[in-house]
């Protein structure tokens, strides 16, 4: 544990953010599961989705949740998946 005024601060800021990073990708991961399934049982609210959870992916990418790769290899296996299911 630090003794220093300024990095007690930092460790309390960095749990913060890191509580608040876990959050966000649980959610995205959400996103991403649910939309697999509507593939399998629904393509037409599927293709419907699909804009939702790329803007879902889009804005954990712009806030430095998941880089900017990781983003675009997402995407595009969910465009995969959803001209699949098509």
Do not use: H
């Amino acid at each position: 544990m630090p003794n220093i005024k300024s990095a007690i601060k930092r460790v309390k800021v960095i749990e913060k953010k890191q509580e608040n990073n876990r959050v966000q990708k649980s959610e995205l991961a959400t996103y991403i599961k649910k939309f697999k399934k509507l593939c399998v049982e629904d393509a037409s609210k599927a293709k419907e989705e699909y804009s939702n959870v790329v803007s879902v992916i889009d804005a954990a990418q712009s806030k430095g949740i998941i880089d900017k790769n990781n983003a675009d290899r997402k995407k595009s296996r969910l465009a995969i998946l959803l001209n699949k299911s098509l």
